[in-house]
């Protein structure tokens, strides 16, 4: 089942670069930024949790196209910087690209396959998997997303690590401007030598938030609170806020055409993912050995 799924990922990068050759322009949507925060509610110890307060200032360009009848491509590109506190008080830069081939149905619905990179200095996370968006009603539609892949981890380490994220989403448009949204995200990290599990890391997740677009304006402002369940039971929460620069349409308009989907950084736990990740490289430069011990995303 997994080569299938590699193989149908990795058509996406060809079918992408040849629709990139062929398309006339992105049909639909948008450039912007958003500020999130972590906050675990308590004070961090090497005993409990990796991380007291984090924050994560990011930017996201999407865009996408026809690539012939019937088949659409997206494309994401992302940036984030990762401030976190205890244990290392420092900044680490994520960046990434994903890329969504599928096909589109009645009413808005489409399923497809996504491909995505994301590189944070010491190591990478390469992922592929399926994802789909379905129109229940004029002004309810359902998405979902599973991927699965591997962390490029620093060549002195002895482990490897594969990831795994589902998730799930469910969208209501109050009108075409203005849209909630309530979703789940499931993500875990298995370690593992010489083909033997050694510990697994995951991380539950719950969110709301919208999405509401100014009348007569190409700008839209975005909102949302996730809380999330990490392995050994640390509680973490979430807020973010962020605006965006739209082109293609109204807030439907994109969910019901070309680009609805999230991308990579997202699907991995979003802010969640993006802390561990970050809390991660910082580990593999640090001589805090508890510090690294605590970990408990990537």
Same mark, same amino acid.
């Given at each position: 089942?997994?080569?299938?799924?590699?193989?149908?990922?990795?058509?996406?990068?060809?079918?992408?670069?040849?629709?990139?050759?062929?398309?006339?322009?992105?049909?639909?949507?948008?450039?912007?930024?958003?500020?999130?925060?972590?906050?675990?509610?308590?004070?961090?110890? %090497? =005993?409990?949790?990796?991380?007291?307060?984090?924050? &994560? @200032?990011?930017? $996201? +360009?999407? /865009?996408?196209? #026809? *690539?012939?009848?019937?088949?659409?491509?997206?494309?994401?590109?992302?940036?984030?910087?990762?401030?976190?506190?205890?244990?290392?008080?420092?900044?680490?830069?994520?960046?990434?690209?994903?890329?969504?081939?599928?096909?589109?149905?009645?009413?808005?619905?489409?399923?497809?396959?996504?491909?995505?990179?994301?590189?944070?200095?010491?190591?990478?996370?390469?992922?592929?998997?399926?994802?789909?968006?379905?129109?229940?009603?004029?002004?309810?539609?359902?998405?979902?997303?599973?991927?699965?892949?591997?962390?490029?981890?620093?060549?002195?380490?002895?482990?490897?690590?594969?990831?795994?994220?589902?998730?799930?989403?469910?969208?209501?448009?109050?009108?075409?401007?203005?849209?909630?949204?309530?979703?789940?995200?499931?993500?875990?990290?298995?370690?593992? %030598? =010489?083909?033997?599990?050694?510990?697994?890391?995951? &991380? @539950?997740?719950? $969110? +709301?938030? /919208?999405?509401? #677009? *100014?009348?007569?304006?190409?700008?839209?402002?975005?909102?949302?609170?996730?809380?999330?369940?990490?392995?050994?039971?640390?509680?973490?929460?979430?807020?973010?806020?962020?605006?965006?620069?739209?082109?293609?349409?109204?807030?439907?308009?994109?969910?019901?055409?070309?680009?609805?989907?999230?991308?990579?950084?997202?699907?991995?736990?979003?802010?969640?993912?993006?802390?561990?990740?970050?809390?991660?490289?910082?580990?593999?430069?640090?001589?805090?050995?508890?510090?690294?011990?605590?970990?408990?995303?990537?």
């Amino acid at each position: 089942m997994k080569t299938i799924l590699f193989g149908a990922a990795a058509a996406v990068a060809v079918m992408s670069a040849a629709g990139i050759a062929n398309a006339q322009e992105f049909t639909t949507g948008y450039v912007g930024g958003s500020y999130s925060t972590v906050n675990t509610g308590q004070a961090a110890t %090497t =005993t409990t949790l990796a991380i007291d307060d984090a924050t &994560v @200032l990011a930017a $996201r +360009a999407v /865009g996408s196209f #026809q *690539l012939q009848k019937g088949v659409e491509v997206q494309l994401d590109g992302d940036i984030a910087s990762v401030d976190i506190g205890y244990p290392h008080s420092s900044s680490v830069t994520l960046w990434g690209g994903t890329a969504h081939v599928f096909v589109e149905g009645e009413n808005g619905s489409k399923v497809g396959a996504i491909l995505s990179y994301i590189d944070a200095d010491s190591r990478s996370v390469f992922t592929y998997g399926l994802e789909g968006r379905f129109a229940a009603t004029d002004n309810i539609s359902f998405g979902f997303g599973a991927i699965w892949g591997s962390v490029n981890l620093p060549s002195a380490s002895a482990f490897n690590e594969e990831v795994r994220s589902y998730d799930g989403e469910a969208s209501f448009f109050i009108n075409d401007n203005f849209r909630l949204d309530a979703g789940i995200n499931s993500f875990r990290v298995s370690n593992s %030598t =010489t083909g033997t599990v050694v510990s697994k890391n995951s &991380v @539950l997740s719950y $969110r +709301a938030g /919208g999405e509401i #677009q *100014l009348e007569n304006m190409p700008v839209a402002f975005t909102f949302g609170y996730a809380r999330a369940q990490a392995s050994g039971n640390n509680d973490y929460d979430s807020f973010s806020l962020g605006v965006r620069r739209l082109f293609g349409g109204t807030l439907k308009d994109r969910d019901r055409s070309s680009s609805p989907f999230h991308g990579g950084m997202e699907l991995l736990g979003g802010a969640f993912g993006a802390v561990g990740l970050a809390n991660d490289v910082e580990c593999d430069d640090s001589s805090n050995e508890d510090a690294c011990d605590i970990s408990t995303v990537i």
